[in-house]
């Protein structure tokens, strides 16, 4: 038991002297002998999603799974689950062997659905029962989600049909015997029905559940409902149904929601319902939320689930019945949400799913890490070149990669072994953009790429700092004027942040409804961001401007195609855009080999006019630039 009590003293001193509250971990209760369960389900992956019956299957198993991790990892790291085999076999391995976590726990093995039984029959003892819901209103597997946090139950869809796995449950022997059936209910909210049942049913849910601090303080989650089901095929893979990422929610008893935030039309899973109701409910739900943190922050995992609603999956930007591009979906989302310092874990399609969470948030991370990378110096600058003979900056093009987007643990989590074992890594400069927040669901990966950095490998927050929000929407009057002004919380939550993971770049700041005139956003971030940062205030593209004495500049572009593409468009527009100095370019789940070998073709066509950098250097230079 000793083992015991240390872990349950190292995480609370974490909460207290690191100060990342209201997101440490809580502290890890299990004795150094207890097993890890390790439940396979891979054999979900094979089920085919173009037959319904396979696809409800799958829907149900990883419901009921995510449900009963949840529940089971509250105290501890015990039940891990392995469905994305070479993601998930990658971290198992780490967590068990090098990283001297959980290596003296010894390891019990269950296979498929059997042992998902088992595994019930098992930790019978640590559950109410089960939340049943039936196919309709779709929005109700995502309030049973929320019950399964709330009340400690399992959920499952009510199917008549008797291979389904809900008949296969109930007559298993060890079931739990207590049924909460949503489909029995009258779910509706106090006042009455709001004339939708998808609203009346997330409505009912925030009086029970939220508003009656039911639900925890620290997350909400946004993943898609059981509408799912309608079309499992236009997410692909399965793990983009996203219930695998519902066990750390559950464990933290949030709530869950999947709504339109789009006020002037009729979303597609619910159109005959009243204009802007789902709109309404969002912003309840959010209102309801800021006040059960305290004003604090709190973290939303998920993203709009584009390849179903909300918004046009052509990627059209004025879509026949009014749904928007995708990108406009998600910054009116970042918009709303950070109207009531909500804070984004942004898990999107394509790589979102993500396993485990609830398992590895026990992780012990260190109090602080450092970069591995060297700070510049003059004699580095002047032996690239970027400083003349008289330490004036050189007229040349500074160019620094923004290596993105990794604003969502689920991304993270999938390419951080994959981008670790490029045979360029190391040998090459990565500007790795890693959001804080992903050390809340992933710290497992962070503490490995920060353990295995070399010195070529610099670490700079991506957008927008901690993690993905629009900062305009945190200064007061904000969307609802009875919301104080958010910047405190923000910054205070920053500056803990960068100092424990050694930040001093801000990569980059999305800033969806910013107004130009304001500086607040520039100012506040200058505070923290002491190196610099990316803000798209208005400056011309290449230039590097000052807020406070911390250097900023515009993020230039976003970069596609395979190297040789690449370079040829960076060297084309170089070529005809005069003036350009400082060049962030933004590239999205792009590899070490990648970076390197665009490099390397773009110094072929563009001689010493181009001078690649680190993006500290590069800021370095550019304070000095915006000086002389």
């Known amino acids: 038991m000793r083992g015991t009590v240390w872990r349950v003293m190292a995480a609370g001193w974490m909460m207290t002297a690191v100060g990342m509250t209201p997101f440490a971990p809580p502290p890890d209760r299990t004795a150094e002998d207890e097993p890890i369960c390790h439940l396979d389900l891979t054999e979900v992956c094979a089920l085919k999603l173009d037959d319904s019956l396979q696809a409800r299957e799958a829907w149900d198993t990883l419901h009921l799974a995510a449900s009963l991790q949840g529940i089971v990892n509250r105290t501890g790291p015990r039940l891990f689950i392995r469905f994305m085999a070479e993601t998930d076999d990658f971290w198992f391995s780490w967590c068990t062997g090098d990283s001297g976590w959980l290596n003296r726990r010894p390891v019990e093995r269950f296979v498929g659905i059997d042992g998902l039984f088992r595994l019930i029959e098992r930790f019978a003892g640590e559950f109410a029962g089960l939340v049943s819901y039936p196919g309709k209103p779709f929005a109700l597997s995502n309030v049973a989600s929320t019950v399964a946090g709330a009340e400690r139950r399992l959920a499952i869809r009510e199917d008549a049909d008797e291979r389904s796995l809900y ?35 997330y409505r009912w849910a925030l009086e029970r559940y939220l508003a009656a601090g039911r639900c925890g303080a620290a997350f909400m989650a946004y993943y898609i409902d059981a509408y799912y089901l309608t079309a499992p095929r236009s997410g692909g893979v399965i793990s983009n149904s996203t219930l695998t990422n519902h066990d750390f929610y559950i464990a933290n008893g949030a709530f869950f929601f999947d709504l339109d935030l789009w006020g002037d039309e009729h979303p597609n899973d619910e159109p005959e319902q009243p204009l802007g109701r789902d709109r309404e409910t969002l912003l309840a739900l959010l209102k309801a939320q800021h006040a059960r943190a305290g004003g604090a922050n709190f973290i939303i995992g998920g993203f709009p689930p584009w390849a179903w609603k909300y918004a046009d999956p052509q990627h059209r930007h004025n879509a026949p019945d009014g749904r928007r591009h995708p990108v406009a979906t998600e910054w009116e989302y970042c918009r709303l949400i950070s109207s009531f310092n909500g804070i984004k874990d942004a898990d999107a399609l394509g790589y979102s799913g993500l ?21 510049p110096s003059e004699a580095r600058l002047r032996a690239v070149g970027a400083l003349d003979a008289d330490g004036t900056v050189a007229e040349r093009i500074f ?56 010195t070529n490998d610099y670490f700079i927050s991506g957008d927008n700092g901690f993690g993905y929000l629009a900062p305009s929407a945190l200064t007061a009057p904000r969307l609802d004027p009875s ?95 005069r003036g350009m100095r400082f060049i962030m370019v933004r590239t999205i789940l792009k590899s070490p080999t990648w970076h390197a070998e665009t490099t390397r073709l773009l110094q072929e066509k563009m001689g010493d006019r181009v001078c690649p950098v680190d993006p500290r250097s590069f800021f370095e230079l550019a304070k000095r630039s915006a000086r002389q």
């Open 167 to 201: 008949r296969r449950l109930l007559s298993l022997q060890g079931r739990p015997k207590d049924e909460l059936r949503l489909g029995g209910m009258r779910i509706q909210p106090q006042a009455g029905s709001c004339g939708s049942a998808k609203n009346d049913a």
């Open 355 to 375: 396993a485990n969470a609830s398992f590895y948030r026990f992780y012990p991370l260190k109090a602080r890490y450092s970069q591995s990378a060297p700070a």
């Open 399 to 454: 160019l620094t990669w923004y290596m993105g987007d990794y604003d969502a643990a689920a991304w993270l989590n999938r390419f951080a072994p994959l981008w670790w074992k490029d045979p360029a890594h190391g040998r090459t400069m990565c500007a790795w953009a890693f959001d804080p927040i992903l050390a809340v669901r992933v710290p497992q990966a962070v503490d490995y790429v920060r353990t295995h950095a070399g």
């Open 483 to 577: 919301i104080p002004d958010g910047w405190a919380a923000w910054s205070a939550l920053n500056r803990r942040a960068y100092e424990r993971f050694d930040l001093g770049i801000t990569g980059f700041i999305i800033d969806p409804g910013r107004d130009p005139a304001n500086r607040r956003v520039a100012k506040e971030y200058a505070a923290f961001s002491k190196e610099g940062f990316v803000y798209d205030e208005g400056q011309p593209a290449g230039e590097a401007r000052l807020e406070a004495g911390v250097p900023y500049v515009r993020m230039y572009t976003d970069l596609y195609g395979e190297p040789p593409q690449a370079s040829a468009e960076l060297a084309e527009r170089f070529a005809r855009e």
